[in-house]
């Protein structure tokens, strides 16, 4: 026992001496990992604006019920519901929040119950022997017609791989990285001073703590660049500057390394996709689309059809994207210019892709061609616009000519 009693002494001893020590430099400035999660992963600025890009062009998507045809079902009850799923979610802000948590989770359980969708959390899922999925959330277990598990597929058969799986080691490193530097610049650069002295210190000696206690005041009170401080000093005592152990350049090589594999995470080849928005937003946007989106709509197409229709229906739920919505105003104009010359705003198509209203007539619902104003695919359509007859006009005028 009087050796244990000695021991702790002893811890208790240091201890004091620690805490004493500490205090004095009670400016150490620490810095640890960053652990990525639900709450801090959007911190990430590249992370955030990918995410952006592909769940924007999601929710700007036109949902519609369709036949085997392909037919449009306009007063499907289904679309009431994508249209007002919930009471605290809009459609948009659903299908964007679906989409992130798709892209980040790996998965997602929308929950159809009577005339309201949710996004069911924490859902526990398992096979039984006869291979039907079942689904719980705590203890009490979901019918499996009320939710679906969509899932981004990786190589489990029954659970979905998403950015906080894949890039996780990625993440945390890069957004470590980031709050490095963040933190130093918000902090005005972190500059640290070595205060030398030739005695050792002391806890005992009250003289030499206070002096200690005095230079660190003084050190501490320099808060800008401006600042000149003149500390005198007595023998024994002398102060150098620190250099930091942060070097800005090595970070920033790493971050313009890292940052970019974050993208291929999710579907996306940074490179390829920045240099295509500095010069063809069209393509780039093409590009995302292609890449990342469509399968993202395909699979959801799949999973809300099951989830409204049940698997022997004839009805689809099909989501459209008019990529136009993506392209600058001076391409639309551009586009209507080839399509017809005689006025940018005929046919109705050109009118609505440039924010115009639809007349709704016969002929600015019409295609036409060059500034003949022709009908495309009409028999004799040039002398009927000319005349408006059946063609026979033309030539009847030509003659009286």
Request: glycine share 6%; proline share 3%; no cysteine.
């Amino acid at each position: 026992m009087g050796l244990r009693d000695s021991f702790s002494n002893f811890l208790y001893k240091q201890a004091e001496k620690r805490g004493w020590f500490e205090d004095i430099y009670s400016s150490t400035i620490r810095y640890g990992g960053r652990y990525v999660s639900d709450d801090n992963i959007l911190e990430s600025s590249d992370v955030y604006e990918l995410l952006q890009d592909i769940s924007n062009q999601m929710m700007l998507a036109e949902i519609v019920v369709e036949d085997l045809e392909g037919n449009e079902i306009r007063n499907d009850p289904a679309l009431r519901v994508l249209k007002k799923p919930n009471h605290y979610l809009t459609s948009s802000e659903f299908i964007k929040l679906m989409t992130n948590s798709y892209l980040l989770q790996g998965e997602v359980f929308p929950v159809l119950d009577a005339t309201q969708l949710h996004l069911a959390a924490n859902v526990y899922t398992e096979l039984d022997e006869r291979l039907i999925e079942h689904y719980k959330i705590g203890s009490t277990e979901i019918p499996a017609f009320m939710i679906r598990h969509i899932k981004n597929i990786g190589t489990d058969h029954l659970k979905g791989v998403g950015l906080l799986q894949l890039g996780k080691n990625t993440l945390e490193g890069v957004m470590s990285a980031e709050k490095v530097l963040t933190d130093k610049y918000s902090k005005g650069g972190l500059l640290a001073f070595l205060l030398k002295l030739d005695a050792h210190i002391n806890p005992q000696n009250a003289a030499q703590s206070k002096l200690i206690k005095a230079i660190l005041d003084q050190l501490e009170a320099i808060d800008e660049s401006r600042s000149v401080k003149m500390i005198p000093l007595g023998k024994g005592y002398s102060i150098d500057t620190m250099k930091s152990t942060i070097e800005d350049d090595k970070i920033l090589a790493y971050l313009n390394v890292y940052k970019k594999d974050l993208g291929k995470f999710l579907g996306v080849n940074v490179d390829t996709y920045i240099s295509l928005t500095k010069s063809d937003l069209e393509k780039a946007m093409m590009y995302l689309h292609n890449k990342a989106v469509k399968p993202i709509m395909k699979n959801f197409e799949d999973h809300l059809s099951l989830l409204f229709f049940g698997p022997n229906s004839e009805k689809r739920i099909k989501f459209k994207i008019n990529i136009l919505d993506f392209v600058p105003y001076s391409t639309k104009t551009n586009i209507g210019y080839n399509i017809v010359r005689t006025g940018i705003t005929s046919p109705d198509n050109v009118a609505d892709m440039l924010g115009f209203p639809k007349q709704n007539t016969p002929e600015t619902q019409a295609v036409y061609i060059s500034n003949d104003l022709s009908k495309i695919g009409e028999k004799n359509a040039t002398d009927d616009s000319l005349k408006g007859g059946d063609g026979n006009d033309k030539e009847k005028g030509t003659e009286d000519n």
